[in-house]
């Protein structure tokens, strides 16, 4: 299997700022992916940002599994971190999130009552792995075009400041990772869900693990989308990625039929996944 890494430049220069920015802002909005809220946890932003109070924003749950999302709100819950879930596109509004954010920061932002201080916008900073959502959740905050979304990775490549009402202004960050996964299921995660460039990971690779997992948690999908014998999934999963290439009439062409399963997994013709399935209270999500 080929090792899958994507570190480049502008993310290395996008952590530096954010480590020189960090100071000037009240809450760091994290927005994670739904589908895989563990693998796209950035071990940086925890790094980053230890000391600064969070929202966490699972991004396109309209594409993840319905019940391991309400899981992972319970384990959020259950960790004392405040949470949403959210489909960017379109269920959110800019008040529904100050709302949360002012809750987060009721305690500073009393404090600074008390001291007679000038009423001000919160200031957040959002982060989050590339094609997060986190430039279609902005257009909505700001409500207009402020930034370039795009279904590739690493569309947004710098820094600038937004103003979503008298309550809240935004830093808006690239989408980074980081220069080393943790092991190759993040790095499969990241980019069987669309987070990592296409020409950077092999195709087949990255089928493999999805039918193996797909196999494992959500079986009925896989048979009814590719018309699957049952015996079919106990076939190895080089001969299954075989039998699926048949089935959908692309003959020994595996590589087309791995790109074919990757699409129809992103683009929910196999339903709402997830990859990261929640913890239980008591476990850590690191
Ligand atoms: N189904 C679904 N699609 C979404 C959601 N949020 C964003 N998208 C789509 O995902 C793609 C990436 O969205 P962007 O907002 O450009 O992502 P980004 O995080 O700004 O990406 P970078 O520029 O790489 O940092 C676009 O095609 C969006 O339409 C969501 O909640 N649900």
Redesign the pocket.
């Known amino acids: 299997m080929s090792t899958i890494q994507w570190f480049p430049g502008h993310m290395a220069k996008a952590i530096r700022q954010m480590e020189e920015n960090i100071h000037l802002v009240d809450i760091v909005f994290e927005l994670v992916d739904a589908r895989i809220p563990a693998a796209s946890r950035n071990p940086e932003i925890a790094r980053i940002a230890q000391h600064k109070p969070h929202l966490i924003i699972l991004?396109?749950?309209?594409?993840a599994d319905p019940q391991q999302t309400a899981a992972w709100m319970t384990y959020y819950r259950s960790q004392g971190l405040a949470a949403i879930a959210?489909?960017?596109?379109a269920n959110v509004t800019p008040k529904q999130i100050t709302k949360i954010a002012s809750s987060v920061l009721a305690d500073k932002l009393a404090n600074e009552r008390e001291k007679g201080l000038k009423e001000r916008p919160m200031r957040a900073m959002t982060v989050?792995v590339?094609?997060?959502?986190?430039?279609?959740?902005l257009n909505h905050l700001v409500n207009r075009k402020a930034?370039v979304?795009?279904?590739t990775?690493?569309?947004?490549k710098g820094q600038q400041w937004l103003r979503s009402s008298k309550h809240l202004e935004l830093l808006d960050t690239?989408?980074i990772l980081w220069p080393k996964f943790k092991d190759q299921t993040t790095a499969q995660e990241l980019a069987l869900t669309g987070a990592i460039k296409e020409k950077l990971y092999a195709k087949d690779d990255v089928a493999l693990y999805g039918l193996n997992f797909f196999r494992q948690y959500y079986a009925p999908a896989l048979t009814e989308r590719y018309h699957l014998a049952p015996a079919d999934l106990e076939l190895s999963d080089v001969d299954l990625l075989l039998k699926i290439t048949e089935k959908v009439g692309m003959r020994d062409d595996y590589e087309r039929a791995s790109e074919r399963f990757i699409l129809d997994a992103r683009h929910r013709k196999l339903g709402g996944f997830t990859l990261d399935r929640a913890p239980k209270g008591d476990e850590s999500d690191e």
């Open positions: 991004t396109k749950k309209d594409l959210i489909d960017s596109r989050g590339p094609n997060v959502g986190k430039s279609t959740l930034t979304t795009g279904d990775p690493g569309v947004t690239p989408g």
